[in-house]
């Protein structure tokens, strides 16, 4: 028998599409939401996966990898208009969402509330990883665009000090993490992936890929420090700490 009264509302779970008429809100929050995958998120896969693994073969193959990268043309602009203009927009916008709590999950399950949480503060504190890398690897000391020889003594250096091979895997996880949940929060929010258990099948996929994401770094950091003892590179800003007894040079396995 048909009842009378209106059925009882069903609460929504799960992430909130981005809907169209919110105005500049709107065409600002798929810019922030495709930033994060073109060309930031894009950018981190070829710097995690292809050029900083390379380093795990040794430092000649590290420097013909930075080499062809410094000698791509037009390179400062690929840089500026490739990477660290979208990576300020991302990250000054992902900032502004954050302070206004806009919440991108609709019923706040607990799953999807730690999430949330994790998006936001993964997102903070590559901010600051990702200023202070490029600071020293890009704009101080030795110059790798000109030198790309002493490339894998730079990052060498770094990580030879605890305090900043602490900071690089913090780093490397946060950015990492950040990256593949936000794959998926990509698909939810633009409809590719819809229905859950389509959901929590890609959601797997994207924990399968920051565990990649976070093993080839953390094998090319292991490499950094541990093999291939390189010389020092001319005017590091780091103060080197490396055993005195290190074969420069070879392989220390
Ligand atoms: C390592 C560089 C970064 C990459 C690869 C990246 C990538 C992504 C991706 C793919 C998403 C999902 C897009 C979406 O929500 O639809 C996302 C979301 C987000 N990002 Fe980033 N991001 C990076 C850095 C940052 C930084 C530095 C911040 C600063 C706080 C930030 C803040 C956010 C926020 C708040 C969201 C969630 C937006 C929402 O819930 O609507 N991201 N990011």
């Known amino acids: 028998m048909a009842s009378a009264s209106s059925p009882a509302p069903v609460a929504a779970h799960g992430v909130a599409p981005l809907r169209a008429g919110q105005g500049y809100s709107f065409i600002l929050r798929r810019l922030h939401s495709l930033s994060g995958i073109v060309p930031v998120g894009a950018f981190l896969f070829e710097h995690i996966l292809i050029s900083n693994s390379t380093a795990i ?13 410094a000698n791509l043309p037009l390179v400062f602009f690929l840089e500026l208009f490739g990477i ?55 704009f101080t000391g030795n110059d790798l665009h ?40 990509f698909a939810a929010k633009w409809g590719i992936v819809s229905g859950d258990k389509a959901q929590q099948r890609l959601l797997r996929v994207c924990l399968g890929f920051f565990m990649l994401l976070a093993v080839v770094g953390l094998v090319s950091l292991y490499t950094f420090r541990e093999r291939f003892q390189e010389p020092p590179s001319p005017a590091t800003n780091i103060v080197d700490t490396r055993p005195a007894t290190a074969t420069n040079g070879r392989p220390v396995q």
Not at 59 to 66: C, E, K, L, T, W
Not at 99 to 109: E, F, K, L, Q
Not at 155 to 178: D, M, T
């Open 57 to 69: 073969t040794g430092p000649d193959a590290y420097a013909r990898q930075v080499s062809f990268l």
């Open 84 to 138: 660290w203009l979208p990576i300020l927009f991302h990250a000054l916008y992902g900032f502004y969402i954050w302070y206004r709590g806009d919440g991108n999950t609709v019923a706040y399950p607990w799953s999807g509330n730690w999430m949330y949480t994790a998006q936001r503060w993964t997102g903070g504190i590559a901010f600051f990883y990702i200023v202070w890398h490029t600071y020293t690897m890009r």
């Open 146 to 185: 000109d030198n790309p020889a002493g490339s894998f003594a730079k990052v060498q250096a770094e990580v030879h000090n605890p305090w900043l091979l602490a900071f690089y895997v913090v780093g490397l996880i946060c950015a990492s993490w950040h990256f593949a949940y936000g794959i998926w929060l």
